[in-house]
Every structure is written in structure tokens, then in C-alpha cells.
């Protein structure tokens, strides 16, 4: 394929200056500093797209998709109710739940945190829980035996926390207790814990613990009643569409709310966030833009002979722009193109060797997490190349305004 002549000039002037061989020192700082904004903006985009990946992935593996609770503050009959939520369109999973504040303590030690009670029949198709349980099973909290315990499965932190492992019996104090002449006293059960879960979320880890959905009932004086449903449903995305299927198919008094609405504070700090660092680092991509600009005016003040030639052998204007326009957009490519494959390259040993540990109980999550984004990748490329041809503009109409015979005449 045959090339314009404008490519071949502009080529010519990057790589040789003065009869030398070798690319100038100036054009390579201007490479450099494309190669280093494209390869920053790669890796941070990625990082906060992978960390609001995994925020999501592991907030919805243990909590549910919709939450549904009613005005009179418990639901009556959960099952039925469950069975109808079950039928609208979206929904693949619903399960009755049971949630309240806690004091929990073994013989070593007291937290506070989280109690949940759950259907062991129907929570697996809602949250992660079952596949969380490293150690014991879910099937501590099915039915007591007469002369036994009712079982618990406590978050690893928690249980670290407390001291206790798989077959010790903690307390677990609820508010709203018994009132006696001497004052209100809390609920106590007696349970011992039959699992212990890891979801990943420091958070959850570190306060939640699980019991059956009747222990639940009997502890608040809630029997046959619950809390709310959590529901999962097929496209996390339309969470909000199915929720608004519920309410109208339910009525009053019942709510739903997604799990967008629930964290929505979380992930609008994380897409703030995400796009103020992309304004930040486009600027450092439009500082080597402004090394484009210099280098361009240098070639343009040492060429200003060469371009009088050119002029008086029949180049138009035009092409002299465009001769200093391919010089910029040349090294604008060659840097987005080291750039992103550099950025794509730390990425992927980021994402693979996870070698930069985070503190879980400050990030959520353990390792630093990464997702390369197409979509991200085009969108800093296209940026980075568009940012280095607008700033070929100025020197390529300053180059094609020389006049031929004044430039000859003072060489």
C-alpha cells in the first residue's frame, strides 16, 4: 500500500535530525510522557472497575437482590408470601428471613454484631451462604435434637473474635427481653456453633451469625412471623423493575427495596470517584500533549528552510499542516499504543499474581482487585489520540503560514 507523501516527511523528521540515525531525545520524552498518562489511566480505571466489581459481587453473594418488608414491621405467614413473590416474572429465588441486633459472647470473649434467622430449605437460592461455610455445615441450623443445642454458623472474624470453632456453645442476647420486677432483661439462647462462613466482606465476616428461622422466632417471640423475604432475581441490573413488580403484585403493606437503592451511597462514591480520577489523569496525558506542542515548534523553527523548499516545489499549505499534524499524531499513537499495552500488561500480572495486599477491615477486600474493561481501554486510547492531534493543531498552522521566500532569503 502506497503511503502519502506527508507521512514519509513527517516520518523523516522524527527519526533524523541533523544526519543522525537515532529518534531525538525530545521526541522521546514525548513518547514517554503519552506511554506513562495512557499506562496510569489504564491501571486506575481498571482497579476502580474491579473494585466495584467485587464490592458488587460479594455484597449481592451475601446479602439478596431485593429486600421485601412490610409497614406493620413483621410479616405474617413468610411462606405463602414467598410463593407469591416467587411467581413474579424476574424472581428466581425467594426465602424468608429473620434480622435483629445481637450481644454474643463465649467464655473468652463478647462482640457485638448481626443475628439472622434463615430457611435452611430456600436460603441457598438467594445467597451464597451455603458455598461460604468452610467449616461444619448448613445443616447445624436444621431441627434440634430434644436434649441438644440449636445450632450457629458465625463469620470467620467473629469467630476469631470470640475465640470459639466448630462444636463450642456461645450465648447470643437479644434487646427486647423479658420485663420482671427487677427491670427488662434480653432474650438469651444458648447455641452452639455448628459452621463457620467466610463471604470475603470484613463487614459481614466480622457481625453476622445465622441461626434457623424458628430458633429466630422463639428468641423474639416471633413465631410463625419474620422479618422479611429476601428475593434474588435473574438480572441484577433490572433489580429495580423487579422490585416495583413485587410492590404492585403485593400491595399494601408490603415494600421492596433493591440492592441498588440499599447501597447506593457505596457506589455513588465509587463512580464519583472513578471519574474524578480520570479528569486527573487526562491531565497528566494533555501535560505530554504540551511536549508534543514544544517538540512540533522545534521542528518547525529548525525546518523552517526545509519546509521553503518544499513550498517552492509545489507543496500547498495544506500539505504542510498535514505533514506536522501526522508528526504529532505519530507519537500520540506510538505512546497510547506502548501505553496500553504496558497498562494492559501490569494489569493482568496485577490480576494474576495478586501481589499487593490490602487490609480487609479498612477496604472490604484482601487484595487489590482488577478488571480489564474494553470499553475502559477504548475510551483512554481514543482520549490519548485525540488529546495529542489537537495539540499538533497550533504548530502545523504556524508551520504552513511560513513564506517560502522570506525563510530562503535569511538562510
Known amino acids: 500500500m502506497k503511503l502519502p507523501v506527508e507521512y514519509y516527511i513527517a516520518l523523516k523528521y522524527l527519526l533524523a535530525k541533523r544526519k543522525q540515525t537515532f529518534i531525538s531525545i525530545i521526541t522521546i520524552i514525548s513518547v514517554a510522557g503519552v506511554t506513562v498518562g495512557v499506562t496510569a489511566l489504564i491501571i486506575v480505571l481498571s482497579v476502580m472497575s474491579g473494585f466495584e466489581k467485587e464490592l458488587k459481587d460479594r455484597i449481592l453473594g451475601a446479602t439478596a437482590h431485593v429486600h421485601v418488608t412490610s409497614l406493620d414491621g413483621s410479616i405474617a405467614d413468610p411462606f405463602p408470601l414467598a410463593g407469591r413473590i416467587r411467581e413474579v416474572p424476574g424472581v428466581s429465588g425467594a426465602s424468608p428471613y429473620v434480622f435483629t441486633q445481637m450481644m454474643i459472647s463465649s467464655g473468652a470473649a463478647s462482640s457485638g454484631g448481626v443475628l439472622r434467622g434463615v430457611d435452611i430449605g430456600t436460603v441457598g437460592d438467594v445467597t451464597r451462604l451455603p458455598r461460604d461455610i468452610r467449616l461444619g455445615s448448613i445443616e447445624a441450623l436444621g431441627p434440634k435434637k430434644p ?15 470470640l475465640g470459639v470453632t466448630v462444636g463450642d456453645v456461645v450465648e447470643i442476647l437479644v434487646p427486647g427481653g423479658n420485663v420482671t420486677p427487677l427491670g427488662t432483661f434480653p432474650r438469651v439462647l444458648r447455641a452452639r456453633v455448628g459452621g463457620i462462613f467466610e ?55 408490603y415494600l421492596a427495596k433493591d440492592w441498588m437503592q440499599s447501597n447506593r451511597n457505596l457506589f455513588s462514591a465509587l463512580k464519583l470517584e472513578k471519574t474524578v480520577m480520570f479528569i486527573i489523569l487526562v491531565l497528566i496525558v494533555m501535560v505530554a500533549a504540551f511536549n508534543i506542542i514544544s517538540t512540533l515548534i522545534m521542528v518547525v523553527m529548525e525546518k523552517t528552510r526545509d519546509i521553503a523548499v518544499l513550498m517552492t516545489m509545489g507543496a500547498t499549505r495544506r500539505t504542510i499542516r498535514r505533514v506536522f499534524a501526522l508528526e504529532g499524531l505519530l507519537i500520540g499513537v506510538a505512546g497510547t499504543a506502548l501505553g ?49 492531534f489537537l495539540a499538533t493543531l497550533y504548530p502545523a498552522v504556524q508551520a504552513a503560514r511560513i513564506e517560502p ?3 530562503i532569503r535569511y538562510e
Request: glycine residues 12%.
Open 199 to 253: 463471604s470475603g466482606m470484613y463487614e459481614y465476616d466480622a457481625t453476622f451469625a445465622y441461626i434457623s428461622l424458628e430458633e429466630a422466632g422463639r428468641l423474639l417471640g416471633m413465631e410463625g412471623r419474620s422479618t422479611g423475604i429476601e428475593v434474588k432475581v435473574s438480572d441484577i441490573y433490572a433489580a429495580g423493575e423487579t422490585a416495583a413488580r413485587i410492590r404492585s403484585g403485593l400491595g399494601y403493606p
Open 405 to 407: 521566500a522570506e525563510a
Open 147 to 161: 436434649a441438644g443445642m440449636p445450632g450457629a454458623i458465625l463469620g470467620r472474624e467473629l469467630a476469631g473474635n
Open 340 to 388: 496500553t499495552l504496558l497498562g494492559v500488561a501490569l494489569c493482568d500480572l496485577l490480576r494474576r499474581y495478586q501481589f499487593i495486599r490490602l487490609p480487609s477491615d479498612v477496604y472490604y477486600i484482601s487484595t487489590l482487585p482488577v478488571l480489564l474493561d474494553p470499553a475502559n481501554i477504548l475510551l483512554v486510547s481514543g482520549s490519548s489520540v485525540l488529546i495529542c
